[in-house]
């Protein structure tokens, strides 16, 4: 790690552990977002890092964006995932949108000011992304937005939402992307999600009902490319779940091993069992693995490889890694790791979406394989 | 399975219905809520099932670790929580009583217990004493016509509901100075100091039992001064066998939940079951489940009519919930974003049988059990 790196992890790793760490137990009990800790990441100048500085971006690299990621989800995923999507939003506003509207849209995230979401999925329409419904019709002047999108993260909160739709035919020409904003007329925010973990990320439905969007806000000012800029982040986008996942499996193993090492049990730590050691030092080379695959993905980015096997495989194996870990992890705390008196349990429920989210771990393989066969055609 | 009696047949017919009018509709909003389903636990005294194990002559149906086991995933599949209830009354507490107590002891509280009016619960684990629990020290000693008991019981399942509790103490230094007490609900000095709240099993509620000078008569010790660890051993097995158990109902749960989604979910213009992946998961998630069905009963089999066996029942323990996790959490997988959120079961389902991996014994005891017998010659040299 550079001086900066260093200098930011610790500056993070604090606001984390006076902001975030004494709340998250009763924010995940009762699926409380706080908008706050998000603006007070902008302090920090992380909210936009790999954005231009012109935009008030901090103009740094992948291999320093996935620290952070990595930092604060060692004291919260979901927070850490409100980041790493945020960011994805504006960067395919800063590779397709016309320069008014980065100019428009871009500062007030870069800032931390606001938050953006990205609205893919749909209720038929998940891994199948390119088949998705929801309509929207020219009119004069614009648009008019009809369907819904579910699983949106911090929906309710941000202000800026890039909303993929129909503008043609079937398939993934037929989309465009529109920039929506909360206070348009015809949006609005639906039945949030109850989940098994991530509770404190607000997620929810967000709905379309005739709503006007201005023809100023369609996406890079063309119709058509909105399926291509969406897929467009999500090489990236798996190299900060990656991240996010390694950050999680390090906090998981540093809180087991103090366990291990604290309690005692037929008069020895149990960290002294070798039934726990080889768990523990299994845990610790998984995610040492795991951990080098992201950095590598995200130097080969930053370095303008395209790689999208070593970003599929990344993701796939940091967060197949992140379930193992924290369930494992749970399991050397036995009894408490079971309880909400320790946040191992939240860890396991939080990891769990990780292997779902920005494509399932069964589209990671799809995509691994569709790249194997193309190296051996 | 082929080789059920008619008797347990019905029984498990008897609990899939039950399962499905009872359980099944309330276990997401006990869940939610983490509150018990009190009235479901009362209707399985209706049925008789909470004496399942115990002597006809208190109103218990004397069948085996068969009945219990079927009892045990038919409630599994449907509700996790009321069936962790469920054990920690009928065979944590009621069967040990009826094991180990004396006639009049069970005349006087197997009758209640079995018509639901009473619940039950067991007070072996401490604070500092979980996979050691014999280790224990919450301590009972000899006072003017009885005894004064001091000490904590930790993670005690049913404890809040709890009118009886029987409990392990201490009444000795040496390590198998253990002694058996029954406690009710009310004795001064006892009372529940803690609600602990868990990632899953929710509707089973868990406290920590406070026991500050509480005075127990003589009347209330079970057996002899010394005898928790003979009491303890007998129903060992038992205990391991049922809990895998509600890990059964859950895979089980998990497989039919699988399929039923892969007919209905449509990704690509074709539902999730023309995808190979899926395919995949689906096939090994049901050869596993039934593979574990068979092997559970087949010790449950042997268990009845032949004889007891802790290595069996400690790989019967050490199996079936942890690839129960394993298929909970593919199961989860393949739903995506829906497993991942409460309006599908999985993801309590997962949470649940978590605690199957620890409770009664973790894993690691379960491993360390199976090693020290296995290896018992081994290990003098």
């Known amino acids: 790690m550079n001086e900066l790196q260093t200098e930011l992890k610790n500056q993070l790793k604090k606001y984390c552990l006076d902001k975030i760490e004494p709340f998250m137990e009763e924010d995940d009990e009762k699926n409380r977002f706080r908008p706050e800790i998000y603006r007070g990441f902008g302090d920090y100048g992380i909210c936009g890092i790999p954005l231009p500085e012109k935009f008030g971006g901090a103009e740094l690299t992948y291999q320093d964006f996935i620290l952070v990621l990595h930092e604060i989800a060692k004291y919260s995923v979901p927070y850490a995932v409100t980041l790493s999507v945020s960011t994805m939003v504006q960067n395919i506003l800063n590779e397709f949108g016309t320069e008014a509207q980065k100019q428009k849209y871009l500062p007030a995230l870069t800032s931390g000011e606001e938050i953006a979401s990205f609205c893919l999925s749909e209720s038929h329409s998940g891994s199948d992304a390119a088949s998705l419904k929801t309509q929207a019709k020219k009119t004069k002047g614009g648009y008019i937005l009809n369907g819904s999108k579910l699983w949106i993260s911090t929906a309710g909160y941000s202000k800026t939402y890039l909303v993929m739709a129909r503008t043609g035919g079937e398939g993934s020409s037929g989309v465009s992307a529109f920039i929506v904003r909360d206070d348009m007329k015809g949006f609005s925010v639906g039945k949030k999600e109850k989940k098994m973990g991530w509770r404190t990320s607000a997620t929810a439905e967000v709905i379309f009902e005739n709503c006007f969007v201005p023809e100023e806000n369609l996406l890079g000012g063309t119709e058509g490319t909105g399926f291509k800029a969406a897929m467009s982040g999500l090489d990236r986008g798996r190299i900060t779940i990656g991240a996010i996942a390694c950050g999680l499996s390090e906090r998981a193993i540093e809180e087991s091993i103090q366990y291990a090492l604290e309690r005692k049990q037929f008069n020895q730590a149990i960290f002294d069992f070798q039934g726990l050691q080889f768990m523990m030092a299994d845990m610790a080379t998984e995610n040492t693995a795991s951990w080098l695959l992201v950095k590598e993905a995200a130097e080969q980015y930053d370095n303008k490889i395209k790689n999208s096997k070593l970003c599929a495989m990344a993701k796939l194996k940091a967060t197949d890694t992140a379930m193992k870990i924290t369930t494992d992890a749970v399991q050397i705390l036995g009894g408490v790791g079971y309880t909400s008196e320790y946040p191992l349990e939240r860890y396991m429920r939080d990891a769990k979406v990780l292997q779902i989210v920005e494509g399932t771990n069964q589209i990671q393989r799809v995509v691994i394989a569709r790249e194997l066969k193309k190296e051996f055609n | ?381």
């Open chain 2, 1 to 381: 399975m082929w080789f059920f009696s008619d008797e347990e047949k019905q029984i498990q017919k008897v609990c899939r219905d039950f399962a499905k009018k009872e359980l099944a509709p309330k276990a997401e909003h006990h869940d939610n809520e983490e509150t018990f389903n009190l009235d479901a636990f009362k209707k399985m005294g209706e049925l008789g099932l909470l004496g399942i194990t115990s002597s006809p002559d208190y109103g218990g149906a004397g069948l085996g670790a068969t009945a219990a086991t079927i009892v045990m995933e038919e409630f599994g599949k449907a509700c996790a929580g009321s069936t962790l209830s469920y054990l920690a009354h009928t065979i944590l507490c009621v069967n040990n009583i009826n094991s180990n107590a004396s006639d009049i002891q069970k005349e006087k509280y197997l009758p209640k217990l079995i018509s639901g009016e009473h619940i039950g619960c067991m007070g072996m684990s401490e604070p500092g004493f979980g996979s050691d629990a014999v280790g224990m020290q919450c301590k009972a000693t000899k006072a003017k016509d009885g005894y004064l008991i001091n000490g904590n019981k930790m993670w005690i399942t049913n404890a809040q509901y709890a009118d009886v509790v029987y409990l392990y103490t201490r009444t000795g230094t040496e390590k198998n100075d253990l002694t058996t007490f029954i406690v009710e609900k009310g004795t001064p000095g006892f009372s529940v100091s803690k609600e602990i709240h868990k990632m899953g099993m929710r509707s089973s509620p868990t406290g920590e039992l406070s026991f500050q000078n509480c005075k127990v008569s003589e009347t209330q010790r079970v057996g002899g001064e010394g005898e928790s660890t003979i009491h303890m051993m007998k129903n060992l097995e038992l205990e391991r066998i049922t809990i895998a158990g509600i890990s059964l109902g859950i895979a089980q749960a998990c497989v039919d939940q699988c399929i039923k989604y892969a007919g209905e979910r449509k990704q690509f213009g074709k539902n999730l079951a023309h995808f190979q992946m899926i395919q995949k998961m689906v096939a090994e998630m049901a050869s596993e489940t039934e593979m574990l069905r068979r092997f559970l009963y087949t010790v449950c089999y042997e268990y009845d009519h032949f004889k007891k066996d802790n290595v069996l029942a400690s790989m019967v323990k050490l199996e079936l919930p942890k690839r129960a996790t394993k298929i909970a959490l593919d199961a989860i997988q393949l739903h995506g974003g829906y497993g991942y959120s409460r309006e599908f079961p999985l993801e309590r389902m997962m949470r649940d049988n978590k605690l199957n991996e620890i409770g009664a014994g973790t894993n690691e005891v379960m491993i360390m059990i199976i090693a020290k017998n296995l290896l018992k010659d081994a290990l003098r040299t």
